[in-house]
């Protein structure tokens, strides 16, 4: 837009940071689950960069109602993460804080556009996290008040709505504006990760090409396939654990528990005698409560009091070598066992080892090879292994495609 005039702006002139809304209670002793349910509606906020900032929901019977908050910037000054809440929470205390705007007719527009608070996030992270204002150790006073951000505006007549005077002109937000670079960021962003995976397709596109008027495609149950390990648990429970909120040098360790967020990654975790011992990588991990199946290519350990978090560990050698060996492979499995498993065949009380879990069908691609050669499956003098640049291939081809139907329909969830 020809008129769209950038201003500048101190953060402390837009914004005040108020913590009068934290939680006084101890985040250990409340009764959190990982997913939103009938009982527990209410997000709660704290200082951590996974899942915008939620670590959890609490009963609505814990939470004054004059805490709860909906529509806001949340901002933490331990490490500089601004988020955009668009579900009720309340924060936790310490370096938690709510951005409230200053200016009424700033937040009327905002909350009559909510896709600009996800610009301002956008922009208050760029300024925060690539300074040096902020890190661990470092509680921030008035450095950030004084950091300046540039907005897009236009100027408007005395008589319309407008947020800024200056030197007798008139000025408000260009939400259009930042309306289209918010879209236009999202198409970047997946044109960008579609380039990736075309580049990662190429690969594997001959193979492709050559196995598939050969593929065999043949049906499994997954306890033919795997083995669902539960041995290798953390003895502690998390509320006990010295746990991270994000991966540092002194906390390299994912710790996968019973969550649906980022991969089941609730946190990371330092080294020590148990973490090291029963530390993995390169792994499947099944959720026994969920369905769902994760594929971790960095350490990791387990955690679940209940003994419900899995790893999946192939039963054949020569399968197993396959998994060491391709990252694809790996994250083929895991949405085809997640898919498989999420139609309703998980529970508490269904083991994977036994039981439904167990015998359920996955259809794999197999050529088939020589007895000379490293061959998985062997069936009525016949040898077969798996189609590993026809799976590598078609898993690529299915993210690019996933990604190009997201700018064909603009999902992007402001």
């Known amino acids: 837009m020809s008129n769209v005039i950038w201003k500048d702006f101190k953060l402390g002139d837009l914004f005040e940071r108020s913590t009068k809304l934290a939680m006084c209670a101890n985040q250990k002793d409340l009764n959190l689950v990982e997913t939103f349910d009938e009982e527990h509606t209410i997000a709660l906020i704290s200082a951590s960069r996974n899942g915008s900032g939620r670590v959890g929901y609490i009963e609505d019977y814990l939470v004054d109602k004059d805490k709860i908050s909906i529509n806001k910037l949340t901002f933490d000054d331990q490490w500089g993460f601004t988020y955009f809440q668009k579900e009720r929470f309340v924060i936790t205390g310490g370096h938690n804080a709510i951005l409230e705007i200053k200016n009424n007719k700033l937040r009327d527009l905002l909350d009559n556009n909510l896709y600009c608070y996800s610009f301002l996030s956008l922009i208050i992270n760029k300024i925060t996290i690539k300074s040096e204002i902020f890190g661990y150790g470092y509680k921030i006073n008035n450095k950030l008040d004084r950091e300046i951000i540039l907005l897009p505006c236009i100027e408007v007549s005395k008589d319309e709505e407008y947020i800024w005077e200056e030197n007798g002109k008139y ?22 990760t579609i380039r990736l995976y075309e580049a990662e397709k190429a690969k594997y596109e001959a193979g492709y090409l050559r196995d598939k008027e050969n593929i065999v495609w043949k049906g499994f149950t997954l306890g033919e396939l795997f083995t669902f390990d539960s041995s290798n648990q953390l003895s502690l429970n998390k509320k006990f654990l010295d746990v991270s909120d994000v991966r540092t040098p002194e906390y390299p360790i994912a710790l996968i528990t019973q969550s649906e967020k980022n991969n ?65 492979v790996n994250y083929f499995f895991g949405r085809s066992i997640q898919h498989i498993c999420r139609n309703g065949i998980y529970n508490y009380s269904w083991l994977p080892n036994s039981g439904r879990v167990a015998r359920e069908i996955i259809l794999l691609p197999c050529i088939e090879v020589s007895k000379d050669e490293e061959y998985i499956w062997e069936e009525n003098g016949k040898y077969y292994t798996l189609a590993v640049e026809y799976i590598s291939y078609i898993y690529l081809q299915g993210r690019a495609n996933y990604n190009q139907k997201l700018i064909d329909n603009y999902t992007y969830q402001y």
């Open 171 to 192: 000025y408000t937000l260009a939400v259009e504006h930042i309306k289209g670079l918010m879209e236009q960021a999202k198409e970047y962003r997946e044109q960008k």
């Open 264 to 328: 089941g990654v609730s946190g990371y975790v330092a080294e020590n005698e148990e973490t090291s011992a029963k530390k993995m990588k390169n792994y499947l991990t099944y959720s026994m409560h969920f369905g769902l199946c994760f594929y971790h290519n960095y350490d990791f350990v387990l955690m679940d009091t209940h003994g419900s978090v899995f790893r999946v560990i192939p039963k054949e050698p020569n399968l197993q070598k396959i998994f060491n060996n391709s990252d694809e």
